[in-house]
């Protein structure tokens, strides 16, 4: 599976297998002993360290469900009306698929394949950059995008790439790609990571994002024992990225939101360890005070006095 699609995650191979993650972890490290492919956070790729790039048809059957998932709740975020920037990459190409809905967007965008998504969609306007097509990704690069994003500014950015760490940010395997991410985020206000949990704690060559520069980062829940993925996101909260989990477990700004598609919560952010801080408290969104059982103490306490 590795040799035909590049890359290939933990969950996804023991549901081919029927198997438990735990044995396909362990058979996994075997294999990697033999140098027959990488261990990567959540998954295991094609031998190639740093630099290397899986293209877009490995891409685009890794993690699938995952990436609908993540794009399901970043297209909430995204208002009536707004500009926004949206970069490469098969997650965010599911994104664009459901911005085709909202109207009167404007979104500006390096990727072929984003702005095949939107083609036809009504009172949505496609804003393409110059630059040289990169095939691997079907993406403009180079200097002729890089200068046309000069002086552009919208509400948000949502990038994607090939590694998510909390000590270097967002990160991919190709200078010309990360450059023009760069210049993406120049131009937006917020900006908004959208990645797998199998990108969690991997680290390749260019950095795009760093971490203090992020806003928000969407991502789905991470298999249960995967502590690593759990570790990385709680860094990255305490570093103050709110982190939106995809149908998964929840805190507010600066932890981790679990919303299951719905439109993030703006109120009450729940206490996270910062630098120097108190522990960090993560907590579901169902633990949050009800305001219904809330007012009914009240009304009982005063029956009772």
Do not use: C
């Amino acid at each position: 599976m590795v040799r035909a699609n590049g890359a290939v995650s933990l969950r996804e191979l023991a549901r081919v297998v029927q198997t438990s993650e735990v044995t396909v972890r362990r058979d996994v490290r075997a294999l990697e002993a033999e140098g027959l492919l990488d261990r990567r956070h959540g998954g295991a790729v094609l031998p190639g360290g740093f630099t290397r790039e899986s293209g877009f048809p490995q891409k685009s059957h890794l993690a699938t469900a995952e990436k609908t998932a993540i794009a399901d709740v970043a297209a909430g975020l995204v208002e009536e009306g707004e500009a926004v920037v949206v970069g490469a990459g098969t997650t965010t190409q599911e994104l664009a698929r459901r911005l085709a809905r909202v109207p009167g967007l404007t979104v500006v965008t390096n990727s072929l394949l984003v702005a095949q998504a939107l083609a036809h969609a009504n009172r949505v306007e496609v804003v393409m950059t110059g630059g040289t097509l990169r095939g691997s990704n079907y993406a403009l690069v180079g200097s002729g995008a890089e200068q046309s994003l000069q002086g552009l500014r919208v509400s948000r950015a949502f990038l994607s790439g090939s590694g998510l760490t909390a000590e270097r940010g967002l990160s991919t395997s190709n200078m010309l790609s990360a450059s023009v991410d760069r210049a993406l985020v120049q131009a937006a206000a917020e900006v908004v990571v959208l990645a797998d949990h199998t990108k969690l704690g991997t680290d390749t060559m260019f950095q795009t994002v760093p971490t203090d520069v992020m806003t928000r980062l969407v991502t789905d829940e991470p298999p249960p024992h995967d502590d690593r993925a759990a570790t990385e996101l709680q860094a990255l909260a305490d570093q103050g990225v709110q982190i939106t989990v995809a149908g998964g477990q929840a805190a507010a700004s600066g932890g981790l939101d679990g919303l299951g598609g719905r439109r993030p919560r703006r109120d009450s952010p729940l206490p996270v360890q910062r630098r120097g801080g108190p522990t960090a408290q993560l907590r579901s969104a169902s633990a949050l005070p009800d305001p219904g059982d809330r007012e009914r103490a009240r009304v009982a306490d005063m029956r009772r006095r």
